[in-house]
């Protein structure tokens, strides 16, 4: 019944206290937030969190979604903010986590293919690289790549949710890219 209704429907109904359809668009979008919160955090445990609380803002603020934007524009936004509300926190507590090298290599953005072990292997290690690259970057820098190059997000759509003009979101990923380029140039390892 809900798998056919459009985002904005849903919450439509989920604003009547309907909350299998609420339920519904966390199913459409819980991946994706996660993804989002994950390219920003850098952490898995804490991009979990962020994405999880995202969800629950977004349920308890249903009401105010005035249908200006899509809703996974409201639902970025939401992620965004839930996102740099965990930053502040982190850096305010200047906490240290001590399991960032052991477990460093396991977390990527992309899955590697099924390859040959050897290929996964080197996938694995450029996704590392790749990672701690776009880890390295300013925040505001972070977010429009995540959003552009992961979420594959379009211009306009990361221009709504981070309520700034498109011309700054070109900008910021024409710098991020560029500073990319020149951390990734620099790496001893070749790079595809």
Not at 6 to 35: H, M
Not at 92 to 99: A, K, V
Not at 142 to 153: A, D, G, I, N
């Amino acid at each position: 019944m809900y798998r056919d209704l459009t985002d904005e429907k849903l919450l439509s109904l989920a604003v009547e206290a309907d909350r299998e359809a609420f339920g519904e668009i966390v199913r459409r979008w819980e991946r994706r937030i996660f993804a989002l919160c994950f390219g920003m955090l850098g952490r898995e445990d804490e991009a979990r969190d962020a994405s999880q609380e995202a969800f629950v803002a977004a349920y308890k603020n249903i009401g105010n979604f005035r249908g200006e934007a899509k809703v996974s524009s409201w639902l970025h936004r939401i992620a965004v903010n839930q996102c740099l509300t965990v930053k502040r926190r982190s850096k305010t507590r200047s906490e240290e986590y001590l399991d960032d090298e052991n477990h460093e290599d396991e977390r990527v953005f992309v899955a590697a293919e099924a390859y040959s072990p050897s290929i996964q292997t080197e996938q694995a290690e450029r996704n590392v690289l790749v990672r701690q690259a776009v880890g390295s970057l300013p925040l505001d820098l972070r977010q429009v790549v995540v959003m552009k190059e992961f979420e594959e997000m379009t211009f306009q759509e990361i221009s709504d949710t981070l309520e700034i003009p498109l011309s700054t979101v070109k900008s910021r990923l024409y710098t991020a890219l560029k500073q990319l380029r020149s951390k990734l140039e620099r790496l001893p390892m070749e790079i595809g």
